[in-house]
């Protein structure tokens, strides 16, 4: 008769070797689907980690000018970080490029800035996943603060970001 083998040291197994490829990889990408409402963390084409996300109350589209609620799409660079912001930490999106203040002075609207990847707005980190579940930034990307200390470590400043529609 076979050994019976419990399922449970397969999940500590694998939740351990998850961990410690995460820590092992430099992320070089940062990608976000803001259909999807996902956003990955990469080492070359290996995902290391993905979440969920919320975003700016108006997330259809690109951002235009500030105060549209949007998050932007194209590409950026993840270009430094404000461990003590309005919310749980932030890591500063490089929006507005200069094509993107181009097209809002055509407008003659200011193109907006300030926007991050952050925590729960401070004082509300207890609703963690609750927050998750809808879009309430100005335009930013918002995460639990659990997960904000895992990008806050896994990323380093410099790391470009692809926002996707």
Known sequence: MPA???????LITSFFATTVQAGERKV???????????????SGEMLIKEYKIALGARPIGHKRW????????GRYVLDWRNPKSIAYKSIHISYPNTKDTAAAKLMGVPPGGEIMIHGAANGYGWWGWVLQLIDWTDGCIAVTNYEMDEIWTLV????PIEINP
């Open 4 to 10: 019976f083998r419990p399922f449970f040291p397969i």
């Open 28 to 42: 070089d990408l940062v990608r976000v689907e803001k259909s999807e409402r996902r956003m990955q963390l990469l």
């Open 66 to 73: 500030e105060g549209d609620e949007r998050t932007p799409e």
């Open 156 to 159: 380093q400043d410099g790391t």
